[in-house]
């Protein structure tokens, strides 16, 4: 059975930086697109980063771009996103996702989720 398993949350000051992982287990990623969301309480779920199976294509949502950076290592079937410049509104549970083709930045089109890791910016 397919798995996403998400770690490396926390608590951390504004300014601070965390690298969160997904380790894939149960099948194959490498061929998957994958990407990160997070979601805040009373808000919707949206879009932090998106990376294409091969490495060669990432997106990041305006919110972000400049502080966080997605990668993955297709050898160890697992994905990161690393988080600087941390400030309060990034807390938010952060989930990752995989899907077949292309990566999107529609939640909807992601296949396999992860359970998720919270991660608390304190002001």
């Known amino acids: 059975q397919a798995q996403l398993v998400e770690s490396g949350g926390g608590l951390v000051q504004a300014g601070g930086s965390l690298r969160l992982s997904c380790a894939a287990s149960?099948?194959?990623?490498?061929?998957?697109?994958m990407g990160w969301f997070r979601q805040a309480p009373g808000k919707e779920r949206e879009f932090v980063a998106a990376?294409?199976?091969?490495?060669?294509?990432?997106s990041f949502a305006d919110s972000v771009k400049g502080r966080f950076t997605i990668s993955r290592d297709n050898a160890k079937n697992t994905l990161y996103l690393e988080m600087n410049s941390l400030k309060p509104e990034d807390t938010a549970v952060y989930c990752c996702?995989?899907?077949?083709?292309?990566?999107?930045?529609?939640?909807?089109?992601?296949?396999?989720w992860g359970k998720g890791t919270q991660v608390t910016v304190s002001s």
């Open positions: 990376i294409s199976w091969n490495g060669d294509s990432t």
């Open positions: 996702a995989a899907r077949w083709n292309i990566p999107t930045r529609s939640s909807y089109e992601y296949e396999y």
């Open positions: 149960g099948r194959t990623f490498s061929k998957y697109a």
